[in-house]
């Protein structure tokens, strides 16, 4: 079946309503308070891999694309996350360090990825496979997941800031300039999607690179809670009371 | 440090006795019966992902090694998941297809892998892409779990046979071949590994591809574990009830 470019973002809306980790047991209990200082520093030390490989995920596309326009466009996205060549102002990944460090956790270390559970690292690698192995609609689309990440930042950062003594509005600082780089990176994929995507067969493609991305990001919390709120062991993962290089006030 | 080879088997050996997925709950609670049917059910379709990518890994080495000793040995290796030429006997693959029919799952639903968990595809991914991009000594080395293997296969054996109405020998005769091709396969990738990492720096490599390994396996009982024994959901996952061909006796 051919959706419209309307049925096609409806369906698009529909995965994230039913698979986006906005529906994780560890997102509700992160950003309602649930959650011990150890465990916020196991899912800021993990999801640093995530934010690590995208400036990587977003170069592997870079180099795929053709046109100049498009190539230009992309490129924001690594000076999103990498900053500008004179660092000002500072990118997400080193506004992702403000936290870890705000959160005690040695700096090293945490860009080591050496105390990262092996399935988060599997999940990132994934994704990066997945951008160079498939088509240039599917790279993109594997973005879309940016459309509904508004509505789990405003969540995580309102609820994280009422609940944690532990955790500021600075060290939460990446979430704010997110708040405003996804919207518009995900109107511009969610348009080239819409425009590209016209066979049924692309728009299967499409739709599946988001479950694909929903799924990745659902895979790193699922390991998350396993091994940090449910407290299975983990061998070679990062432990409470390793690698901390002094008490945040 | 540089270890003598006795060291180095030691070390390797040292790595299993720590990390080897026969210390996971997952294993624990399948041998000793304290599994349902729907819990073996979800193992056997996991787990035919893994056994899926075995002769697709092998298959990639075999296409790297230059040595044409080496390569008759390690295509044994493929024969004995594909089966022979005329399928006589069967490969590894099919008695794995003989368990999950066994326990009822539709075998198209099983091959197509869709129910899989994404963290077992994305472990069972993360390992082709190490036999693919790493050293022929640390592909090889990654195989060493093998040395482990029949530790772990007597007790699952043993104990599914003692616990479950619904397994049998015929069910579990995949398990039965392995007994006498994985110490095979163990003595031939040791021994290699022991002549060719003689600098720290190769045998520190070779330690960390059978950590590895240690850990795509140890990753994808804790998402069984997780989804399936804590009951956690998994959006697109195989439910219990679903795929089910008829109940077997």
Redesign the interface.
Known sequence: MTRTPGELEAALRQIGA??YHI?H?FHELLHSGGCTKDQVRAWALNRYCYQRIIPTKDAILLARLDDVEMRREWRQRIVDHDGEIDDHPEGGLRRWLALTDGLGLDRAYVTSMRGA???T???C??YV?FVRDRSELEAIASSLTEMFSPAIISQRVSGMLAHYDFISQDTLRYFGHRLSQAPRDADWALDYVKRKAVTAEQQEAALDAL??K???L??QL??L???YV?G?????AWQPGEALVAEAA
Do not use: I, K, N, Q
């Open positions: 039913e698979r529906l047991p559970l092996p399935t690292r599997f999940a690698d994934a496979a479950r694909f929903c799924a990745m659902w895979s699922d390991a809670y396993h091994v449910s299975y062991p983990c061998p070679g």
